[in-house]
């Protein structure tokens, strides 16, 4: 699982951080390293695009994993640069910026969007696989996600749009319920398609969203 992310325009995060002179870096060595967008490179060259606007860099890292709560301990060994700086600038997905906000005082700013779950489909090409819908029914089709795959989420079987096994919304994919289909046919499965699925429950997807797992 990957968390997909996107850089702010470099113009959105100078007016987020204003008045700020000194910030400091965070990068993320997991999934923002993965999409490209707050890796060590990428950390650098943001810490270049700041010096050239008068801001003053004063230190940065690039945490393994900045959703963890080991993030308080690259923070705590990082104190001196970290104290220094008005601002911390994040580059990594939304749960690592709210990690990083929790074990400091700081202001602490976003550079990325964080846009979806998704994995790398082709080199620094990514797409989503699950808008996370709280009632997984993956196991009636095939492994594949109807509910993000096809953009009205249909759960009963494809609308009449399709052309040629492609989708009417967007004829550059294939219809997800196309692919439900020949999957559940290579693996003699298609009875699974007669089996009407009750109406998708979307107050699972009411937020906030909190559960217990324990038993
Ligand atoms: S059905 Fe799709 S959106 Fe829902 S949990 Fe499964 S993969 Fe995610
Ligand atoms: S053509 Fe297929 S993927 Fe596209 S909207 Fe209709 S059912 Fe969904």
């Known amino acids: 699982m990957k968390t997909i992310t996107e850089q702010k325009p470099f113009e959105e995060i100078e007016e ?31 810490k270049d695009k700041l010096s050239e606007i008068g801001k003053e860099v004063t230190g940065w ?55 979806f779950i998704g994995k790398e489909d082709l080199p620094a090409h990514f797409s989503e696989i699950c808008i996370q819908c709280g009632n997984c029914i993956l196991g009636r089709t095939a492994g594949i ?16 749009g399709y052309r040629d096994g492609m989708c009417e919304v967007d004829p550059n994919r294939e219809c997800a319920w196309i692919q439900i289909y020949n999957r559940l046919k290579e693996m003699n499965q298609l009875e699974k398609l007669s089996v009407v699925q009750p109406l998708k429950d979307y107050s699972k997807m009411a937020h906030p969203r909190a559960v217990s797992t324990r038993r």
């Open 16 to 46: 987020t951080l204003g008045q700020a002179t000194r910030v400091y870096l965070i990068g993320c060595g997991t999934c923002a390293t993965t999409c490209h967008t707050g890796g060590k490179a990428e950390v650098l060259q943001m």
């Open 61 to 115: 890292m690039v945490i393994p994993t900045a959703c963890d709560d080991l993030t308080r301990e690259a923070l705590e060994e990082n104190a001196q640069a970290v104290d220094r700086a008005e601002a911390l600038l994040v580059m990594t997905c939304a749960f690592g910026v709210q990690t990083v906000a929790r074990f400091t005082d700081k202001p602490v700013y976003p550079a990325l969007n964080t846009l």
């Open 145 to 160: 996600c109807p509910m993000t795959a096809c953009p009205k989420g249909l759960v009963n079987g494809p609308c009449g």
